[in-house]
């Protein structure tokens, strides 16, 4: 599973899902688990300068131990530290966690990794892959995939909303110039289309979003039935706001069968703005 938010790449186990997210840029994390409880935690915040990387490490857990086994904090000597990629990685007993910590200087921004239990093997199989497999995602297009979504936008987008349900994901990402680009995924096609087709239902969708369907023309992308869209949104700044004017939208809504899922891309904005080719969003 690939995670690109914000200013880092991350490919991470299939089974791993994330329990929590946080959309804010300057601080936030990821908590991931499984049915079997949690795998890892990713924050991040924004750093001025580089952080001294051994009194983070070591202070994490000291806290760990005030918090867990009190009884240990007069003997904590410190931990072990090692570097995996361009992680510095701490830890000190089987059982305890492992953390691993990473200054990004091009964004100000550190990362911070904590890993349950720590165990050689844990380290070799699971959580050395991860931190290898870090990249920067600091350029002028910049990735973003997370619950199943993926697509490219110029860094000049920032990520509004992100609502992630089991069966239900939508994010919303938007330029200053109110350039706006949704990315949907829906589980359960048959149910959603078991009274209408894909053009009703994301007549619906559009509806719902205060916009309307202005034609649809159906089609096929990357060989998957889908239906192609020309939209109208109400405009949210200014006059176009104050009047209730339109703004002009174009999207796409397609049927995964062998995922079982229904996905969508749909933009919209000023009469003045460019709108972004599909391919520069989805890829070719």
Request: charged content about 30%.
């Amino acid at each position: 599973m690939r995670l690109a938010w914000y200013d880092f790449i991350f490919d991470l186990p299939d089974r791993w899902e994330a329990s929590r997210y946080s959309i804010a840029a300057p601080v936030g994390r990821f908590e991931f688990l499984d049915r079997r409880g949690p795998l890892g935690r990713l924050s991040w915040e924004t750093s001025k300068r580089l952080p001294d990387q051994d009194r983070i490490l070591a202070e994490y857990h000291r806290r760990y131990l005030q918090q867990n086994d009190e009884d240990k904090v007069s003997g904590f000597k410190g931990i072990q530290t090692l570097t995996v990629g361009r992680f510095k990685v701490g830890f000190r007993y089987a059982g305890e966690p492992c953390q691993a910590v990473l200054y990004l200087p091009e964004c100000k921004k550190t990362l911070l990794w904590v890993f349950p239990g720590y165990t050689e093997k844990l380290m070799k199989r699971v959580w050395t892959p991860i931190l290898e497999s870090f990249q920067p995602n600091s350029g002028r297009i910049r990735e973003w995939a997370a619950f199943g979504i993926a697509c490219r936008l110029p860094a000049e987008f920032e990520l509004e909303r992100a609502i992630c349900r089991p069966a239900d994901v939508w994010m919303e990402f938007q330029h200053k110039n109110m350039h706006r680009v949704d990315l949907h995924r829906w589980g359960l096609p048959r149910e959603l289309l078991r009274d209408s087709d894909m053009e009703t239902f994301v007549r619906r969708v559009v509806a719902n979003q205060e916009g309307r369907v202005l034609s649809a023309r159906k089609t096929t992308f990357h060989g998957m039935e889908s239906v192609e869209l020309t939209t109208e949104i109400r405009g949210t700044k200014g006059m176009d706001r104050l009047f209730s004017s339109y703004w002009k939208g174009t999207g796409r809504i397609w049927h995964d069968e062998r995922e079982k899922r229904l996905y969508a891309c749909m933009q919209a904005g000023p009469n003045k703005v460019r709108l972004l080719d599909e391919k520069e969003i989805l890829g070719p």
